[in-house]
C-alpha cells in the first residue's frame, strides 16, 4: 500500500506561480513511476507530468515550458512546479504513483483544487 498526500494547492492570478508537493509514504520501494494529474469541470482526467525512477521526466504539450516535475528521494516527496499560470490550469490536481515505468498509476492521493483566476 502506498499513501499519497497532496499540498498547495490554491488561488492564484494569471500568470502567477504555485508549487505542489506530494508526500508518499508506505511501500515505497514498489513506485517505480509517480505523476500529476489534473481534472477539470467536465473534462476528462488528463496526465500533466510524470517521472521514472531513473530520472527521465514526460511533460504534456499543453504545459511544457511553464510546469517542472520533480522530486526529493530523501523527502519521499513528489513536487509539481507551476509557473506562467493560465485559467485553463484550473483543475484538481492528484499525484498518482504506479509500480512500473509505464503505469498503470494504482495509487492516487485525494487531490488539490488550482484555481486561476482574477
Known amino acids: 500500500q502506498v499513501q499519497l498526500v497532496e499540498s498547495g494547492g490554491g488561488l492564484v492570478q494569471p500568470g502567477g506561480s504555485l508549487r505542489l508537493s506530494c508526500a508518499a509514504s508506505?511501500?515505497?520501494?514498489?513506485?517505480?513511476?509517480m505523476g500529476w494529474y489534473r481534472q477539470a469541470p467536465g473534462k476528462q482526467r488528463e496526465l500533466v507530468a510524470a517521472?521514472?525512477?531513473?530520472?527521465?521526466?514526460n511533460i504534456a504539450d499543453s504545459v511544457k515550458g511553464r510546469f517542472t516535475i520533480s522530486r526529493d528521494s530523501a523527502k519521499n516527496t513528489l513536487y509539481l512546479q507551476m509557473n506562467s499560470l493560465k485559467p485553463e490550469d484550473t483543475a484538481v490536481y492528484y499525484c498518482?504513483?504506479?509500480?512500473?515505468?509505464?503505469?498503470?498509476?494504482?495509487?492516487w492521493g485525494q487531490g488539490t483544487q488550482v484555481t486561476v483566476s482574477s
Open positions: 498518482a504513483s504506479a509500480p512500473r515505468a509505464l503505469g498503470p498509476y494504482n495509487y
Open positions: 508506505g511501500s515505497i520501494f514498489s513506485i517505480n513511476a
Open positions: 517521472i521514472i525512477s531513473g530520472g527521465s521526466t
